[in-house]
Each structure stands twice: as C-alpha cells, then as structure tokens.
C-alpha cells in the first residue's frame, strides 16, 4: 500500500528510462502533474493522445518525456507543431534541458529567424523538430526539410493552431508523414473540428482528459468591472497600486497594446510590450526581461495568451475582453499555474454584454461583477500612499451553484 502512493505522487513507476529519470529528478521535477501521469505511460506503450488539459498543467513534459525515450532507442525523429514562435521558444529549450546530457539534438524553425541557421541545424540531423505550421512548410516547400524518419508526431494547443487558420499547413504538414506514426494532441478544448483532425489522422487515440474542456483553473479568482473606455486607464493605474507583483495586461490590438505600455510608462512603471509588430529579438526580450523581473509588467495580444510560461504572475488583466471565449481562458491560464493561486480581472465595456456571456457559456459558472471603486484621474499621475488597501478577493475556481442565479450580479 505504501508503494502505490508513492507512485502516485513521483516519476517512479511510470515506466520511464533509469537515465531519463535520473535527469528529471537533476531538474528537480519531484512530483508529475495529473496530465504527465497519466499521459506518460500510455505514450510510452506507443498509442495515440488525445490529451484534454487546461493552459499551465505540465503537457510539454507529458509529452516530451516519451518522446525523447523512444528517439533514444529507436533512433528515429520527433516532430512537435506548435501555434507560435513563443511557445515554440518554451518548448524547445525544455526539451534541450531533458535531453541535452542524452546528445538531444534539436532544430527550431519559427518565423522571424534565419532561415540560413534552420538549415544548418537541420543539416546536423536533428532529433526533434520544433517548429510552426507556416515555416514547417517554407522549409518542406525548398525541399531543405524531409520529415520521412518522424515516428512521433505532436500537435501542441491544436486548437490554438486551428483557431489562427493554420489547419490548411497542418494538413500539408501531415500529407508529407509515414502514416505509421504515434500521434499525440494536445488542446484545452475539444472543438468539433479537433475531432475531425483526430478521426482522419490518428489510430484509435487514447483520450486524457484532466479538466472538462473549457475549465478554468481551480484557484484562479475571477472578477469584472463595467467601466467607460476613458475609466479603463485610472482603475488600471489603481489596480496596479493595490497589486505588488508581476503582472499580464491583455489588450486585443498592437495598437491598443502600445498606448498601454506608454500610459504604463508614463506612470513610472517598468513595462514591455509584445505583439506581432514586435520583432522576434524584441519580443525575447521583452519575455526575457518580464521573467527576470527587469520588467514587472507586460502588455500582450493574444500572441501571448499561451505562449508565455512564468511562475507566479500575481494578476492578469483583460484591458480588453477577447472575442473569443477560448482565449479568455487561455489568458487567465497564465496566473494560477501548477497549482499556484492567482487572480484575472477583466474590463467591460456596457455594450460587451454578449461577450461576458459567451464566456460564462464556456466556464459554464458567472463572473462576479465588482463595484466600481472611486478612480483618480487618469492626468496628471496621483501620488499614493504606499499602504492602499487591497479589496476584498473574489471568489475562486467554479461558484457555479453558488452565484447562478444572482440577481444582483450582472450590469
């Protein structure tokens, strides 16, 4: 009896490789995630996955692990598709951090890099491919990459990938596989057009489903203020007062983006800014810098809603609400990982009524709307004391019972 707890809350007796154990327990990975349990084992025996967790649950390593065991003995290829160059980033150097003492040799091919150094790192026959659907297919197009040695297939945040338009190079991509392969999906929602993908490539895939799709993480507290565009400015400025930490503020346009970021400036803030007309060395950095604390805040599109992974980011905000539900998930899902609490507030405009509701369809519980507090004026900047009391918190995870049929709740 003993034993089979500890198996449940270690690697150990999941049926991973001495070796690849002893580097995982190296990089301190004590106990796996809900998602890496149940998803390694299956992996390891060879079927497919379709693996159903919510943003922030460990799915690289779920999938990383097998797939760096069965290239070291088969000696074969792995290829792993991702939505953007920023998860690609975060993808590729953990799975260079798992194998890099095993002689794992990886390619990254994005957009906004040299093409001239992807080649070179193809040319030394890589082991694991990590790339977006768009420069896969400029390379497959020049005829500089062949993927006939994939064994492993990975379509990570498929319905990302989907949702950005990207099923047409998917589809290329695949035309272009052996056809015995192992496939593996992973998504945080379950689209009708994921099922398509699943029927006609995928053998008989086992599905992992940690979180109903469209769940929200259990301690992330969610709240909502109705406000008029010029209000969104001063409550920001009090909200970041009464809130110390790192903090993600989402706005749905790169022009939206860049005034926020100067406002945040002009406030005395140390901000970055991250959008598609960023460059990619200015977009590393400007990640780089918000992980290493350079800079506490960073204003990003939805380009970033799944691509940024950083431990304890205090407070996400939702300048402006997203158009689609999915992505309000994806953006709450950078507070509160692994099981850390955290804390999203989302701005409404009094005509976005639908699109709050939209959201409550997808969480299938209602977002509290708090009272308005008293603003500042957005100009001249507001001295304040350094002891501004913080608000009451919102509720956490899912008060679908509770708050259902609140009648004061809504605006």
Same mark, same amino acid.
């Given at each position: 009896?003993?034993?089979?707890?500890?198996?449940?809350?270690?690697?150990?007796?999941?049926?991973?490789?001495?070796?690849?154990?002893?580097?995982?327990?190296?990089?301190?990975?004590?106990?796996?995630?809900?998602?890496?349990?149940?998803?390694?084992?299956?992996?390891?025996?060879?079927?497919?996955?379709?693996?159903?967790?919510?943003?922030?649950?460990?799915?690289?390593?779920?999938?990383?692990?097998?797939?760096?065991?069965?290239?070291?003995?088969?000696?074969?290829?792995?290829?792993?598709? #991702?939505?953007?160059?920023?998860?690609?980033? $975060?993808?590729?150097?953990?799975?260079?951090?798992?194998?890099?003492?095993?002689?794992?040799?990886?390619?990254? #091919?994005?957009?906004?890099?040299?093409?001239?150094?992807?080649?070179?790192?193809?040319?030394? @026959?890589?082991?694991?491919?990590?790339?977006?659907?768009?420069?896969?297919?400029?390379?497959?197009?020049?005829?500089?990459?062949?993927?006939?040695?994939?064994?492993? #297939? !990975?379509?990570?945040? =498929?319905?990302?990938?989907?949702?950005?338009?990207?099923?047409?190079?998917?589809?290329?991509?695949?035309?272009?596989?052996?056809?015995?392969? $192992?496939?593996?999906?992973?998504?945080?929602?379950?689209?009708?057009?994921?099922?398509?993908?699943?029927?006609?490539?995928?053998?008989?895939?086992?599905?992992?489903?940690?979180?109903?799709?469209?769940?929200?993480?259990?301690?992330?507290?969610?709240?909502?203020? !109705?406000?008029?565009?010029?209000?969104?400015?001063?409550?920001?400025?009090?909200?970041?007062?009464?809130?110390?930490?790192?903090?993600?503020?989402?706005?749905?346009?790169?022009?939206?983006?860049?005034?926020?970021?100067?406002?945040?400036?002009?406030?005395?803030?140390?901000?970055?800014?991250?959008?598609?007309?960023?460059?990619?060395?200015?977009?590393?950095?400007?990640?780089?810098?918000?992980?290493?604390?350079?800079?506490?805040?960073?204003?990003?599109?939805?380009? =970033? @809603?799944?691509?940024?992974?950083?431990?304890?980011?205090?407070? !996400?905000?939702?300048?402006?609400?997203?158009?689609?539900?999915?992505?309000? #998930?994806?953006?709450?899902?950078?507070?509160?990982?692994?099981?850390?609490?955290?804390?999203?507030?989302?701005?409404?405009?009094?005509?976005?009524?639908?699109?709050?509701?939209?959201?409550?369809?997808?969480?299938?519980?209602?977002?509290?709307? @708090?009272?308005?507090?008293?603003?500042?004026?957005?100009?001249?900047?507001?001295?304040?004391?350094?002891?501004?009391? =913080?608000?009451?918190? =919102?509720?956490?995870?899912?008060?679908?019972?509770?708050?259902?049929?609140?009648?004061?709740?809504?605006?």
């Amino acid at each position: 009896m003993p034993n089979s707890k500890i198996n449940q809350i270690t690697f150990f007796g999941l049926g991973i490789a001495p070796r690849l154990l002893d580097i995982i327990t190296r990089l301190n990975f004590v106990a796996p995630t809900p998602i890496q349990e149940k998803a390694i084992p299956v992996a390891l025996e060879g079927k497919d996955i379709i693996g159903i967790a919510q943003t922030g649950t460990g799915k690289t390593l779920a999938f990383g692990i097998p797939m760096i065991q069965k290239i070291a003995q088969a000696k074969n290829q792995g290829l792993v598709i #991702l939505p953007t160059r920023e998860l690609a980033h $975060q993808v590729e150097e953990t799975l260079h951090q798992l194998g890099r003492s095993l002689g794992l040799r990886t390619a990254l #091919l994005i957009g906004g890099a040299s093409m001239k150094m992807q080649m070179q790192a193809i040319r030394r @026959s890589p082991h694991i491919i990590i790339g977006t659907p768009g420069r896969i297919n400029d390379h497959l197009e020049q005829r500089t990459l062949s993927l006939h040695d994939v064994s492993i #297939l !990975v379509l990570d945040e =498929a319905d990302r990938m989907l949702d950005m338009g990207f099923l047409p190079q998917i589809r290329k991509i695949l035309a272009k596989l052996s056809k015995n392969r $192992q496939t593996m999906l992973f998504s945080a929602t379950m689209p009708d057009s994921i099922v398509k993908i699943a029927t006609e490539h995928m053998r008989l895939p086992f599905r992992v489903e940690i979180a109903r799709p469209g769940t929200a993480a259990e301690k992330v507290a969610q709240e909502l203020f !109705v406000l008029k565009n010029e209000q969104k400015i001063p409550l920001l400025e009090k909200l970041l007062l009464e809130y110390r930490g790192s903090i993600l503020i989402f706005s749905r346009t790169k022009h939206g983006a860049r005034k926020i970021c100067h406002s945040l400036k002009r406030m005395g803030h140390t901000a970055a800014e991250i959008h598609s007309a960023r460059s990619l060395a200015q977009r590393r950095e400007a990640l780089e810098g918000f992980k290493s604390g350079k800079y506490r805040i960073l204003v990003a599109t939805d380009i =970033a @809603s799944r691509g940024i992974d950083v431990t304890g980011i205090e407070l !996400v905000i939702n300048y402006d609400i997203p158009e689609n539900p999915e992505d309000y #998930l994806h953006r709450i899902g950078r507070t509160g990982r692994a099981g850390a609490e955290g804390r999203a507030i989302s701005f409404v405009m009094p005509d976005q009524k639908r699109e709050v509701r939209d959201i409550e369809r997808l969480l299938q519980t209602y977002i509290i709307a @708090s009272k308005l507090p008293e603003l500042p004026s957005s100009s001249p900047r507001q001295n304040y004391p350094d002891d501004v009391g =913080a608000r009451k918190p =919102a509720p956490r995870g899912n008060q679908r019972k509770k708050y259902f049929h609140h009648p004061k709740r809504r605006f």
